[in-house]
Every structure is written in structure tokens, then in C-alpha cells.
């Protein structure tokens, strides 16, 4: 399986998203990272289907929508019907509020795009392995969800290996993505622990050579696999 960088939007400069998305085209990014938060399952409220509108079909890279809200049941099938045939390749919600994760999967993969269930840092590892029938990606959260710029919380990577190690057990070909903290001084110890999908906000967009900082990110993810 191959390791890639994806780049979190909510970290870039939204008064130049255009010329953000211009530089990004350069580098070896593979996903947008698209949060939409509510202000409810996470204390912040961030971008939706106006922003997205804008931007879908812009950029040659694949939009990855993460949906941090309390009623993805509800929510999703809107975004479904609204952005299938686009550049949307992914669509991920989170299993402490998801209400039917089968039901969901199917209908969002009905329309050719792929499902992934994430955890937040609290939440136990097994709520993915339980539901892993069901979904295309596995997404470990690193930090706890709602704002950009925090520190990676050092005790996820005991799941993040303890989900690789299930995976290669059962011969299971799931990306694991990780998001949250992620900069160049520590993807190595998320690359160690079997993370195939490394999502990074601030870690790319506070930095002033994009191309440059995901090239090395690359490598590192990359190297002797």
C-alpha cells in the first residue's frame, strides 16, 4: 500500500484559497482534507457545502470530506446526492455519533465514493476493528477534533499500531489515515506505526516552500517500503 500526504484545508489562508490551491498543485499532495465541523460535536464551526461549491472540481487533487458533526446520518446523504461525480473521492465520519454505519457505507459507496469511520483520541481502537466491513478508510484522530495547530497526543500511536497489527493479521487492505499534530519533526513515528494516509494542516500551510516541506514529508513516509 502506498503511503501519501494529504493537506488539511481548515490551516490554509482562506482570503487566498485560490493561489493556496495553485501551490498545493505543485507538490506531491494526493487529498484535500475537507473538515466540516458544527459546533456541536466539536466546539468550533467550519466550512460547508457554500465553500465547497467553490472549490469542487477547481483542483486537480481529490476532495476527502471529514465530518465532525452529531448527526452524520442526516447530514451526509445531502453531500452525497450533491457532490457525487465530482472530485469528492471520500467521505468520513465519526463512530461515536454515527447512528447506522452500515446503512451510511452503503449509500455513500452506492454512489462511488469511499467511506471511512474515524475515532477520536479517547475513543478505543475497537470501534473501527468492529466495523471494518463496512468502510474503505480508517481514520485515527491525533488530537482532539475542532482546532488546527495542537500537538500530536502521543498515546494514539499505541492504537494506530495496535489497528496495523489487525489489519496485517487478517490480511486486510484498509488505509489508516491519521490527523492532527503532524508536522515534519514526528510523521516518522506515525510512518513506524503503520499510518498509510498522513494528514497535516498547519505542518504544510505555516510553512513557506509547500512543495519542498511534502517532498520531504514524502520521503519519510515512503522510505524502504
Known sequence: MNNFISASIIAADFWNLEKEFKELNKTKIKLIHYDIMDGHFVPNITIGSCELDSLVNKSKIGLDLHFMVENPDHIVPFFVEKYKNTTVKNITVHSEVCVNI?????????????????????????????????????????????????????????????????????????????????????ISKLKEVGSNIIVSGTGIFNTKNYKKTVDEMDKIINEDL
Not at 136 to 150: C, N
Not at 152 to 171: F, M
Request: with cysteine.
Open 102 to 186: 452500515k446503512k451510511l457505507s452503503r449509500l455513500v459507496k452506492k454512489h462511488g465514493i469511499g467511506f471511512g469511520l474515524a475515532i477520536n483520541p479517547k475513543t478505543s481502537i475497537n470501534r473501527i476493528i468492529e466495523n471494518l466491513k463496512y468502510i474503505d478508510l480508517a481514520l485515527v484522530m491525533t488530537v482532539e477534533p475542532g482546532f488546527a495547530g495542537q500537538s500530536l497526543i502521543k498515546s494514539c500511536l499505541t492504537k494506530i499500531s495496535k489497528l496495523n497489527s489487525y489489519l496485517k493479521k487478517n490480511n486486510l487492505d484498509i488505509p489508516i489515515q491519521v490527523d492532527g499534530g503532524i508536522k515534519l519533526d514526528n
